[in-house]
């Protein structure tokens, strides 16, 4: 429902110095949305950050490419909408499938085979000495837990974004209550559209390369999951 100030010209509205407002039904007809020419080229991403906040998610799309990873879009969508987001994105990834197969999954590096090394290291077929770790686990360093690398900890939010170039003119980001998908064998294209009157109209188009989509819908349907609220302890009966 949309509210607009009555035209003074027209002599059904009143007198000018009636403030009443005159109530009208809006349709939107999504058959199409307009493409600002600056938008229409879209961005590349190869990673998408997830800020989730009471009324809304945020979608950092990251181009982790070079010495410097930066931002190339912020979009940000109700969590109605980034519900909706998740279900045709997982439509999509099952029409994909259909097409092209399985969806890529990330490449892991190959493990370094033993006599790569431009070193030319002799390995002695002699016993070790029990509880002793080789060069590659440790360059003779008891086995201990002490000794064993821990594991690392979950990076702040502060430092990531540290990191990250996040230009000015887009820390307020794109505004989106309608997402339009398509794909190739390659990539995913996303169409984050403002569906308002009197034009429905695309706010941002991101690529996102293939083998990231899965990853994204992951943490994108996680960040909208309702916290697990744990269980209350039963109160024990009065004696």
Do not use: W
């Not at 170039?165 to 995913?188: C, Q, W």
């Amino acid at each position: 429902m949309s509210q607009f100030p009555g035209d003074p010209a027209d002599p059904s509205h009143g007198s000018p110095d009636d403030d009443r407002t005159v109530h009208g039904q809006v349709r939107h007809h999504q058959l199409s949305a307009r493409v600002p020419e600056d938008i229409g080229h879209g961005a590349f991403s190869n990673g998408v950050m997830i800020l989730t906040g009471p009324f809304e998610v945020v979608l950092d799309f990251v181009l982790r490419l070079g010495e410097q990873q930066r931002v190339t879009s912020r979009v940000i969508l109700p969590h109605v909408v980034g519900r909706q987001f998740v279900a045709a994105l997982q439509d999509n990834i099952a029409n994909y499938e259909r097409r092209f197969g399985p969806m890529p999954g990330m490449p892991k590096p190959l493990p370094e085979r033993p006599g790569d090394g431009s070193h030319g290291e002799q390995r002695s077929n002699e016993p070790r000495s029990p509880g002793v770790e080789t060069s590659f686990a440790g360059a003779g360093v008891p086995y201990h837990p002490e000794n064993q690398p821990s594991i690392p900890q979950q990076p702040q939010i502060e430092d990531i974004y540290q990191e990250l170039k996040l230009p000015d003119a887009m820390l307020s980001g794109r505004y989106a209550n309608a997402v339009l998908i398509r794909h190739s064998a390659t990539e995913f294209c996303f169409d984050f559209i403002t569906n308002v009157y009197p034009r429905s109209a695309v706010s941002s188009r991101v690529f996102l390369a293939a083998p990231h989509v899965v990853p994204f819908l992951k943490s994108l349907t996680r960040s909208l999951s309702p916290p697990e609220i744990p269980p209350q302890p039963t109160p024990s009966p009065e004696e």
